[in-house]
Each structure stands twice: as structure tokens, then as C-alpha cells.
T-cell receptor, first 115, second 114 residues
Framework: ETGVTQSPTHLIKTRGQQVTLRCSSQSGHNTVSWYQQALGQGPQFIFQ???????GRGNFPPRFSGLQFPNYSSELNVNALELDDSALYLC??????????????FGPGTRLTVL | GENVEQHPSTLSVQEGDSAVIKCTYS??????FPWYKQELGKGPQLIID?????GEKKDQRIAVTLNKTAKHFSLHITETQPEDSAVYFC?????????????FGKGTSLLVTP
């Protein structure tokens, strides 16, 4: 069974630029969630995708957007990067089994640095 | 908004001792409470979880207890080993969304010294 994978591992951007982060869900998982983890903090929910549609969104501005593809992989796009966007971006996937669909398995993350 | 508070922020124990981490949550509708272990440079790893219809769950050296009335839950690690050293996060399910999302505490940095 393949776990959640994310790319790239690290990324450096400058203020105002745009970035795309990618995630492949664990085998058999059809729901993908994205979280932002600032240094020394717990992860914060950005949004979730299910059946290629956004299925819930946290307190993040519209310049954070996403996509889910038919193979359940997902992208997180951030426009007009700000210094505060520097963080570890985590992707998590969960199973379609209704009894455990709230259980989320995380990938290793993408470390984004905005200069 | 709803939040999860976690204590202590740092915890140092000697190998073989027990470690206890406590969390409180504010959303009374939360019904799922996982615990994650995060090692340096890695993503959070699920170590144990509990649902609101259960008061206690154990998996080898790890146990979690839940008090829904008081809205708090705790992680207990017995016979700690140096490889238990990591940052531990508690989380509670967010009920404001149609899907399933988690609200995390700020983490506890556990150090187990030989």
C-alpha cells in the first residue's frame, strides 16, 4: 500500500509569486485535505476535496485554491505569495469507508519559504 | 472559532517513566479525537484515535482517555523509550464543514532521556 506523497519537498519563492504544490493520496483514498503548519504550531485546515469538489474550507483567503483530479490526486495553488505563507504544507487523505472516513493520513509535507 | 488547547508544551521524562499529555476542546459536537506524532522533517503520523462513543482505548504502550462531559482527552505513554522523543499533537474533529477536518493543538515536545 502506497502512502501519501507530496512534491516538491522544498520550495523557495519570492513575495508576489505563485506556487503549486502536489499531492497523491494513499491508495484507495478519495478525499484529500490540505493543512498549513507554521513553525512551532499545529497544522491548520485549509480545505478539503472530495469527488473533485471543495468539501469544506478553513479561514484562508481566496488566493489559496485547489484542485482534485479523477485519480484523487490534488494540487494546492497559492497566488500573490506573502512572507507569512512560509510554512510546511501538509496533504492528508482519508478512506471512502464511512466508518473511518474522518481518519486522516498525512504526507511528509512541502516546505515553502517565501523571501 | 473553536479551538483545542494542549498541555504541556514541553515534557522531559526519563526512559521507562510515563508521559501524559492533556487536551481540551471547545466544540461540543466534536466526535473524533486523533493523536499524531511528528518527527523532525516528517509529516504527522497517526498513533492512536478515539471516538466519542468510547471512553478509553489502548494500543500496547499508548492509551487515550476521553471525557466528553468535561471536553478533555489525554494521551498516556508508558515505559517511554528514547525513540518516543518527538512532537505530539492532539486534534478534534471540526463540525462546521460538510466534510471531515481536524482542529489541532499547538503540540507537545516530548524528550525521553536514557
Amino acid at each position: 500500500e502506497t502512502g501519501v506523497t507530496q512534491s516538491p519537498t522544498h520550495l523557495i519563492k519570492t513575495r508576489g509569486q505563485q506556487v503549486t504544490l502536489r499531492c497523491s493520496s494513499q491508495s484507495g483514498h478519495n478525499t484529500v485535505s490540505w493543512y498549513q503548519q507554521a513553525l512551532g504550531q499545529g497544522p491548520q485546515f485549509i480545505f478539503q476535496y472530495y469527488r473533485e469538489e471543495e468539501n469544506g474550507r478553513g479561514n484562508f483567503p481566496p488566493r489559496f485554491s485547489g484542485l482534485q483530479f479523477p485519480n484523487y490526486s490534488s494540487e494546492l495553488n497559492v497566488n500573490a505569495l506573502e512572507l507569512d505563507d512560509s510554512a510546511l504544507y501538509l496533504c492528508a487523505s482519508s478512506s471512502p469507508d464511512r466508518s473511518i472516513t474522518d481518519t486522516q493520513y498525512f504526507g511528509p509535507g512541502t516546505r515553502l519559504t517565501v523571501l | 472559532g473553536e479551538n483545542v488547547e494542549q498541555h504541556p508544551s514541553t515534557l522531559s521524562v526519563q526512559e521507562g517513566d510515563s508521559a501524559v499529555i492533556k487536551c481540551t476542546y471547545s466544540d461540543s459536537a466534536s466526535n473524533y479525537f486523533p493523536w499524531y506524532k511528528q518527527e523532525l522533517g516528517k509529516g504527522p503520523q497517526l498513533i492512536i484515535d478515539i471516538r466519542s462513543n468510547v471512553g478509553e482505548k489502548k494500543d500496547q504502550r499508548i492509551a487515550v482517555t476521553l471525557n466528553k462531559t468535561a471536553k478533555h482527552f489525554s494521551l498516556h505513554i508508558t515505559e517511554t523509550q528514547p525513540e518516543d522523543s518527538a512532537v505530539y499533537f492532539c486534534a478534534a474533529s471540526i463540525t462546521a464543514y460538510s466534510g471531515y477536518a481536524l482542529n489541532f493543538g499547538k503540540g507537545t515536545s516530548l524528550l525521553v532521556t536514557p
